[in-house]
Nanobody
Framework: QVQLVESGGGLVQAGGSLRLSCAAS????????MGWYRQAPGKQRELVAA???????NYADSVKGRFTISRDTVKNTMYLQMNNLKPEDTAVYYC???????????WGQGTQVTVSS
């Protein structure tokens, strides 16, 4: 099993920044890909950003140029740097992990991000 714990959420004004962290523990060897999802009230969960086993990244169009995903393999921690936040970024953000090509098997509990206008 792999445990994922998110942190760094909070309330910020539009135009501000936040950095989310996702600390992984347990059978780390069983994962090589991680991602961030978010779910706003009344909406489906959506992929925000992902990082693969070789460091390749991809982003939702809505966050390109504003969000940056990164991973520290020594600390077993993934980050999401979010800049120029907008009210529509308000959601619960979830960390996910798994193996490349096999989908995400492990999920964190989520951290709330609220952006005020």
């Amino acid at each position: 099993q792999v445990q994922l714990v998110e942190s760094g959420g909070g309330l910020v004004q539009a135009g501000g920044s936040l950095r989310l962290s996702c600390a992984a523990s347990g059978k780390i060897f069983s994962i090589n890909a991680m991602g961030w999802y978010r779910q706003a009230p009344g909406k489906q969960r959506e992929l925000v950003a992902a990082i693969g086993s070789r460091g390749s990244t991809n982003y939702a169009d809505s966050v390109k140029g504003r969000f940056t995903i990164s991973r520290d393999t020594v600390k077993n921690t993934m980050y999401l740097q979010m800049n120029n936040l907008k009210p529509e970024d308000t959601a619960v953000y979830y960390c996910a992990a798994g193996l490349d090509g096999l989908g995400y098997q492990y999920w964190g509990q989520g951290t709330q991000v609220t952006v005020s206008s």
